[in-house]
């Protein structure tokens, strides 16, 4: 007995097939000259007329044949995918992590979403904005931010100051030159905050996320693995349409 992963496979070969044998099939439906015939002779209107030879051309294409034809190339179709849909009703599996059932007896068809939108998230948590390394941070029960230990910072302030570069004389007065010196006169204490994750934190989700798409494809594959039914339906579904 087939596994429905084989019947998957096969699909994939008999729907290019299918494609192929119906345009081959269908092809003379376009061409009016192949479905027509003729057939005639000739009689002279009195005895020693010209004899002329019958003529005649024949049908080519015949399109209750090419219905047979298109029934008999697409039975094979809907009987392999109507097997494949049949079998994805029962085919189940479970999402097994680290010997925990996350979800169990999932079906493939959202074990197929799953696995596509897990690839989706792994792209977001990869953006994930991540806490400056170069700071210490800690948790702040207050505002459930992250935040950083005070740092004190001296506040300056420029003050004129004279430099006398000669001293005044009779004849000259003196050369002073101003200069701005930094006197401090406060302190800044300061505290950064953040909304960012330790790095720690996006590390182990995408740990996680790791872990639980690997056992989605396994489930995957597991429930790929069922057993199928065979469903012959296209003898029925012709043998009603083009009876």
Not at 67 to 96: G, H, P, Q, Y
């Amino acid at each position: 007995m087939a596994k429905l992963n084989q019947i998957i496979a096969v699909e994939k070969g008999v729907k290019s097939k299918v494609a192929q044998d119906l345009a081959q099939a269908q092809h003379g439906l376009g061409k009016p000259q192949m479905l027509a015939g003729i057939s005639r002779t000739y009689q002279p209107k009195d005895e020693e007329g010209e004899q002329l030879p019958p003529e005649s051309t024949r049908v080519q294409v015949k399109a209750e044949d090419v219905l047979k034809e298109t029934a008999k190339i697409l039975t094979r179709l809907f009987d392999v995918t109507a097997t494949k849909d049949w079998s994805n009703l029962t085919a189940r599996a479970d999402i097994v992590v680290d010997g925990r059932t996350v979800l169990a007896e999932v079906p493939v068809s959202y074990l197929l979403f799953l696995e596509k939108q897990l690839g989706e998230l792994g792209t977001f948590l990869r953006r994930l904005p991540v806490l400056d390394g170069a700071e210490a941070w800690e948790q702040d029960p207050s505002t459930d931010w992250w935040k950083t230990e005070q740092v004190r910072t001296v506040r300056t302030k420029k003050v004129p100051r004279n430099h006398v570069k000669a001293e005044a004389t009779e004849k000259h007065p003196a050369q002073v030159e101003v200069y701005y010196e930094d006197i401090p006169v406060g302190y800044w204490t300061t505290v950064k905050y953040s909304g960012a994750l330790p790095a720690r934190r996006v590390n182990e989700l995408l740990e996680r996320l790791e872990k639980l798409s690997a056992a989605v494809k396994f489930a995957r594959e597991e429930a790929n693995a069922t057993q199928v039914t065979d469903h012959r339906v296209g003898d029925a579904v012709f043998g009603y349409l083009f009876s």
